[in-house]
C-alpha cells in the first residue's frame, strides 16, 4: 500500500483575511454536492449561496479558534478548528446567528444541533487537531495538490503532538485517507453514512510501537 511521505519542511501557507474570497470560492465549488454539507444547509434555490455563507462561517470560526491553511500553489486549502480554544463570546454567538439566518435555515437548528452533538460525542476529552475541511477546486482535482496538503497538515499535527480528527461522506475518499495513515473509528447514519476517520501524530505512534 502506497503511503505518504512526510516532509520536515512546511510550504503550506497561513491564510490571512486577504485570502478568504479564494478559499470560499475553493470549498465551494469543492463540496457543492457533497452529502454531509447538503445534509444541513436548507435546500432551495440559494442552496450555492448557502454553501458559500457555510465556508464564510468556517472561516471565520477557524480564524477565531484555529488555523487556515492554503497549499504553496494556491491550489488547495485546508480550515484547521481546536476545540480546546473555543469560547463563547459576542463573536461566536454572532457567527453562529449569521450561519442560521444565510446557511441552515431556522428549521434545520434542531437537526444541525442533534447533528453535532452526535459527532462531538466521538471526540476525547484531550487536545485534538481537528480537520474541518479540506479541498480543492474540481477542475484541479487529482494532481496532487489535496495529497501534498494533507502530508504537510499530517506533519504540522505531528509538530504539536495532536491527533488528527475528521469526518467524510464521500466513500470514494476513504482510501485516499487510509494511504495517509487514517483509520476509520466510528459511522453515523444521517441518511447517508459519516465516517470518523483519525490519525495519531508521529510521537503517538513510536510510543504505542515500544
Given at each position: 500500500m502506497e503511503v505518504f511521505i512526510l516532509s520536515n519542511?512546511?510550504?503550506?501557507?497561513?491564510?490571512t483575511e486577504a485570502d478568504k474570497d479564494l478559499i470560499?470560492?475553493?470549498?465551494?465549488?469543492?463540496f457543492l454536492e457533497n452529502k454531509s454539507v447538503n445534509y444541513i444547509i436548507k435546500q432551495d434555490k440559494f442552496r450555492e449561496k448557502r454553501?458559500?455563507?457555510?465556508?464564510?462561517?468556517?472561516?471565520?470560526?477557524?480564524?477565531?479558534?484555529?488555523?487556515?491553511?492554503?497549499?504553496?500553489?494556491?491550489?488547495?486549502?485546508?480550515?484547521?478548528?481546536?476545540?480546546?480554544?473555543?469560547?463563547?463570546?459576542?463573536?461566536?454567538?454572532?457567527?453562529?446567528?449569521?450561519?442560521?439566518?444565510?446557511?441552515?435555515?431556522?428549521?434545520?437548528i434542531s437537526k444541525v444541533l442533534t447533528r453535532e452533538k452526535l459527532i462531538s460525542k466521538n471526540y476525547p476529552g484531550s487536545r485534538i487537531y481537528y480537520l474541518w475541511f479540506i479541498g480543492v477546486a474540481p477542475e484541479n482535482q487529482n494532481?496532487?495538490?489535496?495529497?501534498?496538503?494533507?502530508?504537510?497538515?499530517i506533519a504540522d499535527a505531528s509538530r504539536v503532538s495532536r491527533t488528527i480528527y475528521?469526518?467524510?461522506?464521500?466513500?470514494?475518499?476513504l482510501p485516499w485517507y487510509e494511504k495517509a495513515g487514517f483509520e476509520?473509528?466510528?459511522q453515523l447514519n444521517f441518511g447517508y453514512t459519516l465516517f470518523h476517520?483519525?490519525?495519531k501524530s508521529e510521537q503517538s505512534l513510536a510510543q504505542q510501537k515500544k
Open positions: 519542511v512546511q510550504n503550506m501557507i497561513r491564510a470560499v470560492k475553493i470549498l465551494t465549488s469543492a454553501i458559500k455563507a457555510l465556508m464564510e462561517y468556517s472561516f471565520d470560526s477557524c480564524d477565531l479558534f484555529g488555523e487556515i491553511y492554503l497549499s504553496e500553489d494556491r491550489k488547495a486549502c485546508a480550515l484547521v478548528s481546536f476545540p480546546d480554544r473555543k469560547k463563547i463570546g459576542l463573536k461566536s454567538i454572532l457567527l453562529d446567528m449569521k450561519l442560521i439566518l444565510r446557511s441552515t435555515g431556522v428549521a434545520n494532481r496532487g495538490f489535496g495529497k501534498k496538503l494533507l502530508a504537510e497538515i475528521l469526518e467524510t461522506s464521500t466513500e470514494k475518499n476509520i473509528y466510528n476517520l483519525k490519525r
